[in-house]
């Protein structure tokens, strides 16, 4: 009879807490990101909203960046130029 060898998909949970940073107490001034991770619609829903938080919020500036696809993570260079140029960033998808 053939050895079978049955591998499971669930990875382990992580151990600790991470520590948040604290919520601004305003927006104004600050650089807004956005990181679109490719659905359809994301590009223009943030477009949007960025023009809003600037005229709204005072925001100073307004970053888009944008994953490779929704599958993966987005590069490391993609994480590290957003935390450089951004107070705050936000991810997400849309349809």
């Not at 600050?30 to 679109?36: C, N």
């Not at 970053?63 to 993966?72: D, F, I, L, P, S």
């Amino acid at each position: 009879m053939a050895k079978i060898t049955v591998l499971s998909p669930v990875a382990a949970a992580p151990s600790g807490k991470a520590a948040l940073p604290a919520w601004p107490a305003a927006l104004s001034g600050l650089t807004i990101g956005f990181l679109d991770n490719t659905k359809h619609n994301f590009d223009r829903l943030v477009t949007d909203i960025g023009r809003q938080l600037q005229e709204r919020f005072g925001v100073g500036g307004v970053v888009y960046a944008r994953k490779a696809n929704a599958a993966t993570a987005a590069a490391p260079e993609i994480i590290e130029s957003l935390a450089k140029q951004c107070d705050l960033v936000f991810s997400g998808s849309a349809d």
